[in-house]
């Protein structure tokens, strides 16, 4: 069983949950690929990808600049196109998979256990150049004082 525990703190919280069964009751979320849809040309990327937003903060009303996890699934052959945002930070955590990942113009090779960090205004993008499916978590954390996305491809 893998476990992955995501904090961004406010001074003197302290936070903790049960491991409840039931999602819809708990705030335990689980990466469920049968729970996933399929989207097309991501940011003007290639193909269609699998993707669940497993928190947002519009649905959990987060205290700090939490913005999103997202998990994605890439089958081989598909990208998410570079862009850039004005309104948030990223990180990439490569779970499964392998492919290239594109940061300011220049390439990278990534594979499972990667953590590719995107600061505000950064051009990014990743492409699953290989044969398997590559997973990856999307972490958002908005600028301070900003609560609505914004791209540009």
């Given at each position: 069983?893998k476990w ?18 039931d999602e ?52 081989p052959g ?76």
């Amino acid at each position: 069983m893998k476990w992955w525990v995501l904090s961004v703190l406010v001074a003197g919280c302290v936070w903790a949950t049960a491991n409840v069964s039931d999602e819809e009751e708990s705030p335990i979320r689980r990466m469920d690929t049968a729970r996933m849809e399929r989207i097309a040309n991501v940011h003007g990327g290639k193909g269609a990808m699998l993707f669940r937003s497993i928190f947002k903060k519009a649905d959990w009303n987060f205290e700090t600049d939490w913005s999103f996890v997202d998990h994605c699934v890439l089958p081989p052959g598909t990208s998410i196109g570079v862009h850039s945002h004005p309104t948030h930070e990223e990180m990439y955590i490569i779970l499964k998979g392998k492919g290239v990942g594109t940061l300011n113009g220049k390439e990278y090779p990534i594979s499972a256990g990667d953590l590719i960090p995107i600061k505000i205004g950064w051009a990014h993008g990743v492409y699953n150049n290989s044969s398997e499916p590559m997973e990856l978590l999307n972490i958002g954390v908005f600028k301070h004082g900003v609560t609505e996305l914004k791209s540009s491809n």
